[in-house]
């Protein structure tokens, strides 16, 4: 099973700026999945979607994140990436990155974190006020 590493948290100030990466374990590896997604979650809640994409192309995000934040993948489809701006305090969680194995219909890809089989470690992102 390949296995996805999440980089780029770290703290930082409201208003600042942030870019998470995820990248497949395997260096020679490139995703034949058609849905991938960022996830965060603090310590004793459920872990929430943050942004979807779908296909390479079609995005979707938290209304909380909206305007904000912006998941895109490179060229190759080996590095997904999660652009954070206008980071506020409620932004602080672990952040990780998952994707559905195989292809889905776009219908099955949304922000639930149980449809997802194939979850990073973590990146810790604080947001200090």
């Known amino acids: 099973q390949v296995h996805l590493v999440e980089s780029g948290g770290g703290s930082v100030q409201a208003g600042g700026s942030l870019t998470l990466s995820c990248a497949p374990s395997h260096s020679g590896y490139s995703y034949n999945n058609n849905c991938m997604g960022w996830f965060r979650q603090l310590p004793g809640k459920e872990r929430e979607g943050v942004a979807r994409?779908?296909?390479?192309?079609?995005?979707d995000y938290a209304d909380s994140v909206k305007g904000r934040f912006t998941i895109f993948q490179d060229n190759n489809k080996k590095t997904l990436y999660l652009q954070m701006n206008a980071l506020k305090p409620e932004d602080t969680a672990m952040y990780y990155c998952?994707?559905?194995?195989?292809?889905?219909?776009?219908?099955?890809?949304?922000?639930?974190?149980?449809?997802?089989?194939?979850w990073g470690q973590g990146t810790q992102v604080t947001v200090s006020s």
């Open positions: 998952a994707s559905i194995s195989g292809w889905v219909s776009s219908n099955r890809c949304v922000l639930r974190p149980k449809d997802y089989n194939d």
């Open positions: 994409l779908y296909g390479g192309g079609s995005t």
